[in-house]
């Protein structure tokens, strides 16, 4: 068993060490360590000794080797029944150490991730500003030279040279980013009215970028630049390397008017291609038509 007399020294050691262990500042708070008054523990230092359990809890917690050669009687150190049952009393007080140290820190604990999860709430929520993002996967239209077919074919029997083919148009899917991003597309999209919960509904969209950009004390004409300009970086649009398909991202600050700004884009984009393709063809056909008039009347001048 273990020696009750302890001298002074001793005594103020193993107090030191645990102030020091626990960062107590104060007596009373080793003896709220050993569970008893502050008056009791200055009778243990008067007395130069400290109770067999109380000491006992001391080692346990602060000294194992010397626990294990004071409080081990000899003959149970042959049975390795009786160590066994040591080894796990030794294991249990380690655990119940841990856990008087997590019940004393609960409120660091528990407090900092509950803070961390509150302040990162308040910023997602209240101070961030939400973008959120549309994608489209834009497929190829079928584009033909069929309307002026028989215009080349009857070119081609008068022996005619033509300067143009219907085999090298430009492709589909490099004439359309190309209309995605002009600055002709960007004007008429940024008359459409849209609907939107910060704005209201019927708002063109020129005037919902000059509240988002706070520039509606500007002038017109910088207003419509600038306007255009942060429209531009909303629109996201390339080719994929090994097919003519085409992805198309919008973002904006609300969802359904993210939707809503992609699905005007992919329309106007669309009526604006269709235009450029009509043009090519109205084009070739009035220099097909003028040529062949040409021709008809040489002949007949000729006869």
Excluded: C
Excluded at 14 to 32: C, L, P, Q, S, T
Excluded at 97 to 123: D, H, R, S, W
């Amino acid at each position: 068993m273990l020696e009750p007399g302890h001298n002074n020294q001793d005594i103020d050691k193993i107090i030191n060490n645990i102030m020091d262990a626990n960062g107590y500042r104060h007596h009373y708070e080793v003896a709220e360590y050993f569970m008893v008054s502050a008056q009791t523990l200055s009778g243990w230092v008067k007395q130069q000794k400290i109770p067999p359990k109380h000491l006992l809890k001391y080692y346990n917690d602060f000294n194992q080797d010397k626990l294990e050669q004071t409080v081990i009687h000899p003959s149970v150190s042959t049975a390795t029944n009786d160590n066994w049952s040591v080894s796990s009393q030794t294991e249990k007080i380690s655990l119940k150490k841990v856990y008087q140290l997590l019940y004393k820190n609960k409120k660091i604990i528990i407090g900092f991730p509950t803070i961390v999860f509150i302040v990162a709430i308040i910023y997602l929520f209240f101070v961030a500003n939400l973008v959120y993002k549309t994608s489209a996967v834009i497929l190829p239209t079928e584009g033909t030279g069929q309307n002026i077919s028989g215009l080349l074919g009857a070119a081609t029997q008068m022996g005619m040279a033509m300067p143009f083919s219907m085999d090298n148009e430009i492709a589909w899917d490099e004439i359309y980013p190309e209309i995605v991003n002009s600055e002709r597309l960007r004007r008429i999209v940024l008359q459409d009215t849209f609907s939107t919960s910060r704005y209201g509904a019927g708002i063109p969209l020129q005037i919902i970028i000059s509240n988002e950009l706070n520039i509606l004390n500007k002038p017109a004409h910088e207003q419509q630049q600038e306007s255009s300009k942060h429209l531009n970086e909303l629109i996201r649009v390339n080719k994929t390397r090994l097919s003519s398909i085409v992805n198309l991202d919008v973002y904006g600050f609300e969802p359904e008017f993210t939707a809503t700004l992609s699905k005007r884009i992919i329309d106007h984009s669309g009526k604006l291609q269709r235009e450029y393709k009509t043009n090519q063809i109205n084009q070739k056909r009035q220099f097909l038509e003028d040529r062949i008039s040409a021709i008809e009347n040489e002949v007949k001048n000729a006869e």
